[in-house]
């Protein structure tokens, strides 16, 4: 199956695009890098792919539907940029992670004994086990970024977009992160990833996406992708269509296990 499936996409806000002329097309279970300078557009194409940016042309297909249907509920999940968890209302770390669990369920899903596994499973992939049952206040941001993180994993989604998730965390956590992500790859799900830590996910993520100007500017194995973010030049292209299943054989890496 086809998890992403974007044709001469153009995504922004209001009317004016931010992205334009996206074509790319990612397979179920792959794992792709999004790379780029700041203010390239990656947020922007992410952000398009949820229904938080408007598709102003083109078309975005996601998990086989246009974007923003109902029935991608809990299938998609989400690592916002620049997010720790704050607001008025005190919650545990247990209280956010199972609204992810939640929005699996539906609007009138409740959390049954699998779904609060599946909350704890998700806590003690990201190495927060022990604060299970601690404000999020109380933790540190990157602490609460691995929060958001288990958050997303808790809905077990089929395609899970995460947005520089190793911005502010510490190197130990963002070695526990690549370690998470190689287990959730392996059992098949789709990953995009906006990162500028390709070291750290190096061994995850094998295909890279870099945008430029709101343009893809390259689309191949993640080893080649530093010529283009390098700035020495940027190719036209390489002749060749881009290449498709970059995925590799992920090493297992034992966690105490999303699934
Ligand atoms: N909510 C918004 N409304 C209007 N313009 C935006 C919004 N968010 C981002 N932009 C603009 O889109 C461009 C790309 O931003 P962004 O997608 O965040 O890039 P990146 O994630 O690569 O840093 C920037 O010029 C930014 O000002
Ligand atoms: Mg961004």
Redesign the pocket.
């Known amino acids: 199956m086809i998890a992403l499936r974007l044709r001469d996409a153009r995504i922004?806000?209001?009317d004016?695009a931010?992205?334009q002329g996206v074509d790319l097309t990612v397979a179920e279970g792959e794992a792709v890098a999004v790379l780029?300078?700041?203010?390239?557009?990656?947020?922007?194409?992410a952000?398009g792919l949820l229904g938080l940016?408007t598709v102003l042309g083109g078309e975005v297909e996601v998990l086989g539907a246009p974007v923003g249907r109902p029935r991608e509920r809990g299938r998609i999940g989400y690592v916002p940029?620049r997010h720790t968890v704050s607001g008025a209302v005190p919650a545990t770390v247990r209280e956010v992670v199972g609204v992810g669990r939640l929005a699996r369920l539906g609007p009138v899903g409740r959390l049954r004994p699998a779904d609060r596994a599946a909350v704890r499973d998700a806590v003690a992939a990201v190495g927060l086990a022990d604060r299970l049952d601690d404000p999020v206040a109380s933790l540190s941001g990157g602490q609460q970024r691995r929060v958001l993180v288990a958050r997303a994993l808790a809905a077990e989604p089929e395609l899970l977009v995460m947005?520089e998730p190793t911005a502010g965390v510490d190197a130990a956590s963002q070695d526990a992160l690549a370690a998470v992500l190689a287990d959730v790859s392996a059992t098949g799900t789709t990953l995009l990833v906006?990162t500028h830590e390709t070291a750290a996910l190096a061994g995850v993520l094998t295909r890279a996406v870099v945008?430029d100007h709101?343009r893809i500017a390259y689309d191949g194995p993640l080893a080649g992708a530093g010529e283009v973010t390098g700035g020495h030049h940027h190719p036209e292209g390489t002749g060749q269509p881009p290449a498709r299943g970059y995925r590799q054989d992920q090493p297992r890496v034992t966690t105490d296990g999303v699934r």
């Open positions: 922004g806000y209001g004016t931010v992205v780029g300078s700041n203010g390239s557009g990656k947020t922007t194409l952000r940016a940029q947005d906006v945008v709101g």
